[in-house]
């Protein structure tokens, strides 16, 4: 914004149909005033206003910061200065943690403009589950992983997705048989792969033994 002043005159007008002494403009262009005088004289005068070419700054959407790693904030070349929170006053910088990076910048104009982005650090996940076999098909798995992570268990190890939960979650096998377990977790920070064989072959034999109070002896 501008402001123009007018001397001391009985009146003024402005072309923009000011008549007040001091007007303030937000716009380029030609400003014409009228000054009246005492005497009836009145004199003229044109202001012209340019423009500054603004500083425009983003640094982007909120990015995602892998432990153990780094990554480069840039605020692009095509400023004059820059001022980061961190002290920096390149145009990119490095950081390794978490946190809120803000940059003011001025342009060769001498505008200025400033921007903050938030980085959220992760860590890698790293996958886990212990299992609960009863007397029935049904064995239930209890996830113990570790970071935030994207799920795909493979029970009957055919290499197909079964579920994509996370959490305490269960399967049913089709047949006493023997089995391998599979969760694969993976985030933005990698992926891991964690098995479990799983035998059961001898799964409901016991509680039938149980019940009929059976006992097997050899020939």
């Known amino acids: 914004t501008a402001s123009v002043e007018a001397s001391p005159f009985v009146g003024v007008l402005w072309s923009n149909g000011s008549d007040e002494p001091v007007i303030s403009v937000s716009e380029a262009g030609e400003y014409n005033v009228v000054f009246f005088g005492q005497n009836g004289c009145n004199v003229y005068d044109t202001l012209t ?3 500054l070419p ?3 700054l983003n640094l982007g959407a909120d990015r995602i910061l892998c432990s153990g790693s780094s990554i480069e904030l840039s605020a692009g070349n095509n400023f004059n200065t820059y001022d980061w929170s961190t002290g920096d006053t390149t145009s990119t910088i490095s950081i390794s943690e978490a946190g809120a990076y803000s940059v003011s910048v001025v ?3 001498g505008c200025s403009a400033s921007d903050v982005v938030n980085v959220l650090m992760i860590e890698a996940p790293v996958a886990s589950f212990t299992t609960i ?3 029935t098909l049904t064995v239930t798995f209890i996830d113990a ?4 992570a ?3 268990w493979d029970f009957d190890s055919d290499g197909d997705e ?7 979650v269960s399967f049913t096998y089709p047949s006493r048989a023997e089995y391998t377990a599979t969760l694969i977790v993976t985030n933005l920070c990698g992926a891991d792969t964690f ?7 001898n799964v409901g034999f016991d509680g039938v033994n149980a019940a009929l109070q059976l006992n097997v002896f050899p020939n």
Request: proline share 3%; aromatic share 4%.
């Open 49 to 51: 206003v340019s423009s």
């Open 54 to 56: 603004a500083a425009v």
């Open 107 to 109: 342009n060769s104009s």
């Open 133 to 135: 076999l009863d007397n």
């Open 145 to 148: 992983t570790t970071g935030p």
């Open 150 to 152: 994207v799920y795909s």
């Open 162 to 168: 079964d579920l994509a939960l996370n959490g305490t």
């Open 195 to 201: 098995t479990v064989d799983l035998d059961l072959r």
